[in-house]
């Protein structure tokens, strides 16, 4: 199987602190890959190190093989007090989402005033190729649709985004609540909209945040199949991050167990759900590893 997702020796400090220390997986395509550990253990830091909303210390991160980001390893562009040049620029957060690369948040952010289906089409609009007079002309003046080539491909292309974003809305159970603005949402449905909208980037690598954090356990559980079905019909890769131990155990190929920033286990769920310093570690005492609910 195709590598998607190398960290290699990953490291991040913030000052002092070493939120993230050494780390190192590789995440298979067609995976859904679950990282766990305790509060402050250093994941939403990774998916900010994939995503490029942070620069690496150390290490470097590739996807499908190809370097997409690496540590400056002087600092702040200074090497023994000399100023030094680096040929290397890291790349932006959307130059991380076109590569295919997308996710949610632990902290919704959705555009908050937008109805549902305005949220999913403005993320459909970035696979559109028309510029801003293009997409307004034909709206102000309708007569430019019959006359002018382009003003029909936008309308062509602006039916096939309707449809992409409908389609989505479908699939994530959130059809009939289209017209709805999107902070009147039930919590939980917001997190499918923050997953739609992932999905309308056409990603390839799915980053999900704790997108079961706020829902009771039937909608944890319908959210597990949807994960699923996502990733068969999109052909996707997914990385999880999750406290949900019942969502994380049921629906993970593979798990990696951060502790205190550094690597502590990986492996299959049986396999964590078996291993000594998961359960000392983080899940707690051997008999409360089947207790429902949030565990950390
Ligand atoms: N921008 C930042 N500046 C300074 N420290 C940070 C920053 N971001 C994260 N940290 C610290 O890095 C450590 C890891 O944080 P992180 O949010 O990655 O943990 P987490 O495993 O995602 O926790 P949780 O499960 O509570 O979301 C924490 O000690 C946190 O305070």
């Known amino acids: ?25 590789t995440i298979k395509e067609g995976e859904i890959f679950g990282l766990i550990g305790p509060n402050g253990a250093g994941k939403t830091t990774i998916f900010n190190l994939i995503t490029a909303v942070y620069t690496l210390s150390e290490g470097e991160i590739l996807f499908y093989g190809d370097s997409i980001a690496s540590a400056d390893p002087y600092g702040k562009g200074f090497v023994n007090g000399v100023k030094r040049r680096f040929n290397w620029k890291p790349l932006k957060p ?6 295919g690369i997308t996710r ?13 289906f305005e ?52 699939l994530m159970g959130l059809w009939e609540v289209r017209d709805m603005v999107a902070a009147n949402l039930p919590y939980g449905m917001q997190r499918k909209l923050e997953i739609a909208r992932a999905l309308a980037l056409n990603p390839k690598l799915l980053l999900l945040d704790e997108p079961a954090a706020g829902m009771n356990p039937e909608e ?11 990733r068969d019909d999109f052909n996707l890769t997914v990385l999880i991050i999750e406290h949900h131990m019942d969502l994380i155990m049921g629906l993970c190929d593979k798990i990696f167990v951060l502790n205190f920033g550094k690597a502590l286990a990986e492996g299959t769920p049986d396999e964590i759900q078996d291993d000594k310093r998961v359960i000392e570690a983080y899940l707690g005492k051997e008999e409360d590893i089947h207790v429902e609910g949030k565990q950390s």
């Not at 990953?10 to 220390?21: D, M, S």
């Not at 949610?104 to 549902?116: D, E």
């Open 1 to 25: 199987m195709t590598d998607v997702l190398t960290m290699r020796n990953v490291t991040k400090r913030f000052g002092g602190l070493t939120a993230v220390g050494d780390v190192s997986f």
């Open 94 to 99: 959307y130059q991380i989402a076109e590569k």
């Open 104 to 116: 949610t948040f632990q902290n919704i952010r959705l555009f908050k005033k937008l109805s549902v």
């Open 119 to 170: 949220n999913v089409l403005t993320a459909c609009h970035r696979s559109g190729s028309y510029g801003l007079l293009q997409s307004v002309l034909p709206r102000k003046l309708p007569i430019l649709k019959a006359t002018l080539p382009w003003a029909s491909s936008f309308c062509k292309q602006e039916e096939m985004l309707n449809q992409k974003t409908a389609e989505l809305l479908q």
């Open 220 to 230: 944890t559980i319908q959210l597990m199949e949807l994960i699923r079905q996502i």
